[in-house]
């Protein structure tokens, strides 16, 4: 009988639920049964099912979350749900604006890197922030250097001129 375990056979005498969730009388005896999200253990307890045992449960690129008798799946960081394919699609970083400033965005599986373009270095994520070749290098111009946005220039005492090819001051002819 459902409901209790019999003391002694009397079924007016109540001890103990024999099923955690569902039970189903049948003659002679009863069945229990699970909701599902969970599976049956030791014929009476409802034990939950991790759905993210099985590396299918989600899509590729997908983070499966077990929870009591289901699941989630979450796309990763970079990725968007398509749910039409029921997919973790790629999102494309470099086609939105403001990515890569003064570099070439290169877009990856998740993410993206920067190329930034020469007189740049590489700042943070999104931004490639321009050398001051002036500081890192002083000896490039010993009479006098100017910082420019992606370069430098090399400033020459009076009397002296800017050779473009050596980036010295040489005497002026």
Known sequence: SCGFFAVFGDESQTGVALCTHTCTNTPGGYTCSCPQGYTLHHNHTCKDVDECADSSACPPAAVCTNTPGSYNC?????????????????????????????????????SFYCNCTTGFEYFNKTFCKDINECNIAPALCPMGCVNKEGGYECTCSFGWVHNMTTHRCEIQP
Do not use: K, L, W, Y
């Open 74 to 110: 979450n796309c990763a960081s970079g990725f968007t749900f398509n749910s039409v394919n029921n997919t973790c699609d790629n999102i494309d970083e470099c086609s939105t604006p403001g990515v890569c400033v003064n570099g070439d965005c290169q877009d990856t599986q998740g």
